[in-house]
Nanobody, 115 residues
């Protein structure tokens, strides 16, 4: 079993920055994808950024140039640095780890961007 714990959400003004962190524990296969998703009220959950074990990254078009995902494979942590935040970034952000056909989720952390 894998457990994911997120931290770092909060309230910020438009143009500001936040940093989200996620720590994974448990039986973690070394080859995996760690990612951040978000879900705004009334909308489907969407992938924000993904990072593969080898370091390749994929970003949603809406966050390219503003968000940066990074990971520490030795510590099984993933972070999301969010800059130039916009009100439309307001959502619950979820950490995700995918490996061996299984997908694990954190409990989510609220990010609210005021205009």
């Amino acid at each position: 079993q894998v457990q994911l714990v997120e931290s770092g959400g909060g309230l910020v003004q438009a143009g500001g920055s936040l940093r989200l962190s996620c720590a994974a524990s448990g039986s973690i296969f070394s080859l995996n994808t760690m990612a951040w998703y978000r879900q705004a009220p009334g909308k489907q959950r969407e992938a924000v950024a993904r990072m593969f074990t080898g370091g390749d990254t994929v970003y949603a078009d809406s966050v390219k140039g503003r968000f940066t995902i990074s990971r520490d494979n030795a510590k099984n942590t993933v972070t999301l640095q969010m800059n130039i935040l916009k009100p439309e970034d307001t959502a619950v952000y979820y950490c995700n780890l995918a490996a061996l056909g299984k997908s694990y989720w954190g409990q989510g952390t609220q990010v609210t961007v005021s205009s």
